[in-house]
């Protein structure tokens, strides 16, 4: 999940948000210019823009790889895959910008750190395995997100998401397709493979946020259908459906506690490190640093290049100005 | 005085913003492969119109999705409002008269 903790604001009981409701609960699309709750207005610019922020930092583990695929054909795969999480970074801000708030905004309040993005991406990525292990496991956790938020009550957002969702496929499909092949070369390869697994496999659990029980914010949300599915009911599925898939690589879950469950369907596993995952949260993880001074230096060095091409689109609507 | 978005520190009041110098907003409307309309896909920001051209194919073509593309500054589309829905959709609702089903026309008579 990208969009981790969202604070949500609380409804009200206004006729207005009554019937805001009901149109929701009758699977009506809210869209931009409709009437609807501050709270609500609120806490999607603050879930679409940390999801945004998320597709944006999320390509600097992976293009810390680009310059070293191992093969040219890898690079290029690799190369358009950073491109979709730009893309998706993209279609999710002007998502956001039609609640009201403009993407240099939400840019700059990612850059002085006033809104978060997912704690994944503030882990490193140490070997090319881990190109195998983030498109498999990260685009792997983040799809079992996105696919039931395409059917969530803000138009723009679902629209957003269907066509994000469109284009995961690919990314875990080629994260898998890296993973087989270490999985079955030499022996230094497989552990290599192994060692991201063990590195990354609790840090994607954390993806989809804290225990229900700790989750103060999800029963808001989903009674506004901005969120679909508790936190534990979609790392259930992930772990569900990914188990198998280690295993059919050969590889193994760093989790002893792991099991089969009969009765409920699935696996008992165990639960990640969830102090870890507030230290994240709070800007103490391995590259919190890192990654938010790589995208100030990024929005920095670019600034000649946004002035330069607005000052020279101002200067040429001008002279057609002046030709008329 | 306080601000009324005291509360929301993180979300900026519309009222209180600055003027900024952005990008302008543009519309994206895209013509599939298959002789349809141009249909919306989304919005981006670009400086002028050929950025804007450029940055559509980048963002909303990087699958064959299209064989052509027109772009227009957001600001330039006129919409109706949500408020508007009843007086200028209610009146069709009446009409059924306007589909060919409203119609029974013989089995005999063949297809039509």
Redesign the interface.
């Known amino acids: 999940m990208y969009a981790q903790m969202v604070k949500s604001?609380a409804a009200d009981d206004s006729a207005e948000a009554l019937a805001f409701q009901a149109r929701i609960d009758a699977g009506e699309k809210i869209?931009p210019?409709?009437?609807m709750p501050a709270g609500y207005r609120?806490t999607l610019?603050?879930q679409i823009g940390q999801h945004a922020h998320s597709e944006i930092v999320g390509q600097l583990p992976e293009g810390n790889w680009i310059t070293r695929a191992p093969t040219l054909e890898r690079k290029a795969i690799l190369l358009?895959k950073v491109?979709?999480e730009a893309?998706h970074g993209?279609?999710l801000y002007?998502a956001a910008?039609t609640l009201?708030?403009?993407?240099?905004?939400l840019t700059e309040?990612l850059l002085d750190g006033?809104?978060k993005y997912s704690s994944i991406f503030n882990y490193p990525t140490l070997t090319w395995a881990d190109m195998g292990a983030v498109g498999w496991l990260v685009d792997g956790a983040a799809i079992m997100n996105q696919v039931p938020l395409q059917r969530t009550s803000f138009g723009p957002y679902s629209?957003?998401m269907i066509?994000i969702c469109k284009?995961e496929s690919f990314h875990q499909r080629q994260g898998y397709d890296i993973m087989m092949k270490m999985a079955q070369g030499t022996p230094e390869q497989k552990a290599m493979a192994q060692n991201a697994i063990n590195r990354l496999w609790y840090p994607s659990l954390m993806m989809f946020g804290p225990s229900d029980k700790d989750s103060v914010h999800s029963t808001q949300s989903m009674a506004w259908k901005i969120k679909m599915n508790t936190n534990d009911e979609l790392r259930q599925k992930f772990v569900d459906q990914t188990v198998p898939q280690a295993e059919y690589l050969g590889l193994t879950v760093p989790d002893e506690t792991l099991k089969w469950n009969e009765e409920k369907g699935g696996y008992d596993f165990a639960e990640p490190d969830w102090d870890e995952f507030f230290e994240v949260i709070q800007g103490n993880g391995p590259c919190n640093t890192e990654r938010l001074a790589a995208r100030n230096t990024a929005w920095d060095d670019g600034k000649w290049v946004?002035d330069g091409?607005?000052a020279?689109?101002e200067k040429?609507?001008m002279s057609k100005v002046a030709a008329e | 005085m306080s601000s009324p978005n005291s509360a929301?520190?993180?979300?900026?009041e519309?009222q209180t913003?600055p003027k900024?110098?952005?990008?302008p907003?543009w519309e994206v409307f895209i013509r599939g492969q298959h002789g349809m309309s141009h249909r919306h896909v989304?919005?981006?920001?670009a400086?002028?119109e050929e950025?804007a051209i450029k940055n559509a194919r980048?963002?909303y073509t990087?699958?064959n999705e299209g064989v052509s593309i027109w772009v227009v500054e957001a600001r330039h589309i006129a919409?109706s409002?949500?408020s508007e829905k009843g007086p200028l959709y209610e009146p069709s609702e009446s009409k059924v008269y306007r589909h060919p089903t409203f119609f029974d026309i013989p089995d005999e008579v063949g297809a039509m």
């Open positions: 604001e869209e210019k409709d009437w609120k610019i603050r358009a491109q979709d893309g993209l279609y002007c910008e009201g708030v403009s993407r240099d905004e309040m006033r809104m629209r957003a066509r284009e946004r091409l607005l020279h689109a040429r609507s | 929301y520190p993180d979300i900026p519309t913003k900024r110098h952005e990008w907003l989304g919005s981006l920001h400086p002028e950025m980048d963002v990087r699958r919409a409002s949500p």
